[in-house]
């Protein structure tokens, strides 16, 4: 099945800074990639997705790549700020069994 | 998210008890997930729905059993079996969409309910 790796588990930025977050996966098949930000005790949030047919997809500070060849793609989040501290998780998925696998989550902490 | 429901909020169980935690969406959503969630740990899929009346098992589903007997309603029971049930479960929804690239849906995360065992 497939296999989704994340890193790094911890990071910590300055406010302000960039922070980039990156994902492996291994089933070439899969073909949508989620980002998913969880708060302490708090549900996942969807916060950008990309399709396999597009290699970057931007919202406001928040951005993914998607580089299919290598099997890797990457939150991208500029301008910084303390609320975007968080939990961060990716998922991979192969759309028509509708299973996610999701990355073990990065922990970003954004200091003021 | 407002439309995922999930009861309740905390969970305590005795050694030896089934516990049932419930999900409701009114999403019209077809499909509907249950995850499991340990500290500082991504999420396991335990049970996933496709449509009513049918369900697979996913990564983690010893200890675990579903029903899908209407759209709107995925209940989990944490069994006696499970030697190890405290955690923050999750249930999940998402509206199949059609395209060129197949099927690939997004899903949607209900507020969780944290099953402790005394």
């Known amino acids: 099945g497939e296999n989704v790796e994340q890193h790094p588990s911890t990071l910590s930025v300055q406010e302000g800074d960039s922070a980039v977050i990156k994902c492996t996966y291994s089933?070439?098949?899969?073909?949508?990639f989620p980002w998913y930000k969880q708060e302490l005790g708090k549900r996942p949030q969807l916060i950008i997705d990309?399709?396999?047919?597009?290699g970057e997809k931007k919202d406001q500070r928040i951005a993914v790549t998607l580089n299919k060849t290598a099997k890797h793609f990457s939150l991208h989040i500029t301008e910084t700020q303390p609320e975007d501290s968080a939990v961060y998780f990716c998922?991979?998925?192969?759309?028509?069994?509708?299973?996610?696998?999701f990355g073990s989550g990065t922990k970003l902490n954004v200091k003021p | 998210d407002g439309g995922i429901t999930q009861s309740p909020k905390y969970l305590f169980r005795k050694e030896g008890q089934n516990v049932t935690l419930s999900c409701e969406q009114n999403?019209?959503?077809?499909?509907m997930y249950w995850y499991r969630q340990d500290p500082g740990q991504g999420l396991r899929l335990i049970y996933y729905?496709?449509?009513?009346?049918?369900?697979q098992k996913g990564d983690i589903a010893e200890g675990y059993s579903v029903s899908r007997e209407k759209k709107e309603s995925f209940p989990l029971t944490v069994t006696s079996a499970q030697k190890n049930p405290t955690a923050f479960y999750l249930c999940?929804?998402?509206?199949?969409?059609?395209?060129?690239?197949?099927?690939?849906?997004?899903?949607?995360f209900g507020p969780g309910t944290r099953l402790t065992v005394l």
């Open positions: 999403l019209n959503h077809d499909a």
């Open positions: 999940a929804s998402s509206s199949r969409r059609s395209g060129r690239l197949g099927n690939t849906d997004t899903q949607y």
């Open positions: 089933d070439s098949a899969s073909n949508y």
């Open positions: 998922a991979a998925s192969i759309g028509n069994f509708n299973k996610f696998y």
């Open positions: 729905s496709q449509i009513v009346n049918d369900f």
């Open positions: 990309i399709r396999s047919n597009v």
